[in-house]
């Protein structure tokens, strides 16, 4: 009988470790979502609702013999998984993948949303959107950002105003890269505000119209249509905080040792936003993590011992494209980190936002 390896949670780690283990052992994916949502194009998905449907992709289509059970577990612990249902999924092997969220429309809105309700959402908060003449951005972070490049890109006639407390774009990442982003920003006509806090929130609720002001730390008065929150990550780690498996840290992560077990265990693994190394809390880092940890998995399927290990990096990378036709990066050389071109931004990111590499991971023709 093939061994069982259960998967919690179906990201850009989860979904990429379930794939690759399908055929080598007996794989089940938990997951509460219909669908893979591809963080990286729901930005898109909100202001072009006709597009919307490329940053979703069908649990169904991704494994060919495991199975999929639309789920949320609630305790983990060294034998296996409960869930929500009350159901309990036994496992040889385990692999903690359930990531982070992050406020509407970066994210879904809620945990276990249908393909079709996530689309009515974008497409109601599109409704809303379409009719604000000025759109205030809470979070001048890479999301805020993109938010307000992608808003621009549909309607250039559009006032977007972003505020953020910090003093600084992007800090952490190259001079020269930082002031790039601040000239295409500025060329598109988008009012940043740094160092600038607001004395409340907006009254209205966030992605729904309705004009309101808000005042600044310093006095002034802001006149908006409709606002966005882009800050406020929150690491999906609320399952294990009954202490079945290890502690959290402070920031709700879970330690791992080099080969990315948990620690303590050998035959379970975390890997992506929930872990806690220094590692920026990014997809590229969580499909890095897959690849080790699959690595891992299949020695130990075959009986070897596991070898492959993880050099986690602060080193900030990024690709933020300002709409479809303008961008800032910066990403590792040989040499170390170094900026990119617009030009690669589009190409690496900007065009279609990953949706051709996940088109192929879950079998979209
Ligand atoms: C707008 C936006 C753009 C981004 N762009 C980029 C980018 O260009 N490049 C980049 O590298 N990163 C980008 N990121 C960051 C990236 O999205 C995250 O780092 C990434 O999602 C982390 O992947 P993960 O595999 O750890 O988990 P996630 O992708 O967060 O997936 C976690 C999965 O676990 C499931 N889950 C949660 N709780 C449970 C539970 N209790 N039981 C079962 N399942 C559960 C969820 O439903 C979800 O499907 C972006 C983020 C945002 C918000």
């Not at 998984?81 to 429309?105: C, F, M, Q």
């Not at 596991?306 to 690709?319: G, K, M, Q, Y």
């Not at 590792?332 to 590499?357: N, S």
Request: net charge negative.
């Amino acid at each position: 009988m093939n061994q069982t390896v259960v998967v919690v949670g179906g990201g850009y780690g989860g979904s990429l470790v379930a794939k690759e283990l399908d055929s080598e052992a007996d794989v089940t994916l938990i997951d509460p979502r219909e669908a893979f949502v591809n963080a990286a194009a729901s930005l898109r998905a909100l202001t072009r609702p006709h597009w919307a449907h490329n940053a979703f992709f069908p649990f169904a289509t991704l494994l060919q013999r495991g199975r999929v059970i639309r789920d949320r577990a609630v305790s983990v612990d060294p034998k296996g998984v409960t869930l929500a249902s009350g159901e309990r999924v036994e496992a040889d092997y385990l692999v903690l993948a359930t990531g982070s969220s992050y406020p509407y429309p970066a994210k879904p809105r809620h945990a276990s949303t249908s393909i079709a309700q996530q689309l009515d959402d974008l497409r109601e908060t599109h409704k809303e959107l379409a009719g604000a003449g000025r759109v205030l951005i809470l979070g001048a972070g890479p999301v805020g950002l993109e938010l307000a490049g992608e808003i621009k890109d549909v309607w250039p006639d559009k006032y977007v105003v972003v505020l953020d407390r910090a003093d600084q774009l992007l800090p952490g990442f190259l001079p020269e890269v930082r002031n790039e982003l601040r000239h295409r920003l500025d060329e598109l006509g988008i009012d940043v505000r740094l160092g600038t806090a607001l004395t409340a929130l907006p009254t209205v609720e966030a992605g729904r119209a309705g004009r309101f002001a808000v005042t600044t730390d310093t006095g002034e008065q802001i006149v908006a249509d409709i606002w966005f929150q882009a800050f406020g990550v929150e690491i999906n780690t609320g399952y294990l905080a009954d202490g079945s498996l290890s502690p959290l840290t402070e920031q709700n992560t879970i330690p791992v040792t080099e080969r990315l077990n948990v620690q303590g265990y050998e035959h379970i693994y975390a890997i992506g936003d929930i872990v806690a190394l220094p590692d920026p809390k990014m997809a590229s880092y969580a499909m890095t993590h897959a690849d080790i940890v699959v690595k891992n998995l299949r020695a130990q399927l075959a009986g070897d011992q596991p070898d492959a290990v993880h050099t986690a990096t602060s080193e900030r990378r990024i690709l933020l494209p300002l709409g479809t036709r303008t961008g800032i990066g910066q990403l590792p050389t040989p040499d170390g980190v170094a900026a990119v071109t617009a030009e690669t931004v589009y190409e690496r990111k900007g065009a279609d936002l990953f949706t051709a590499r996940f088109a192929s991971r879950f079998g979209r023709a």
